[in-house]
Nanobody, 126 residues
């Protein structure tokens, strides 16, 4: 069992930056692909980014590619670095863990992830 807790959300102006953190409980953190999703009011949950178990691979959604980065440490934390933020980035951001292995097709679908955090709100003002 893995429990995930996000932090770092807040209010930022257009063009600003934020760094989200997700701390995982449990001893098997480095066995999981870790991902970030987001959900704006009235919209589906959208894939943002994922990182492989050893941190050597990363995948990004088209809407954030080139602006966001993802990283993880060996112990228990995964980070989402968000730069050049836009009002359309406003959403609740969720951390997620997937127990499947990294492959040529990293997981982007909500159903591919086994564990979820409760989310952290990011608001970008225009």
């Amino acid at each position: 069992q893995v429990q995930l807790t996000e932090s770092g959300g807040g209010l930022v102006q257009t063009g600003g930056s934020l760094r989200l953190s997700c701390v995982a409980s449990g001893r098997t953190f480095n066995r999981y692909i870790m991902g970030w999703f987001r959900q704006a009011p009235g919209q589906d949950r959208e894939f943002v980014a994922s990182i492989s178990e050893n941190g050597g691979g990363a995948d990004f959604g088209n809407s954030v590619k080139g602006r966001f980065g993802i990283s993880r440490d060996y112990l228990r934390t995964v980070y989402l670095e968000m730069n050049n933020l836009k009002p359309e980035d406003t959403a609740i951001y969720y951390c997620a863990g997937a127990g499947r292995g990294w492959s040529s097709s990293p997981p982007r679908l909500r159903d591919e992830y086994d564990y979820w955090g409760k989310g952290t709100q990011v608001t970008v003002s225009s």
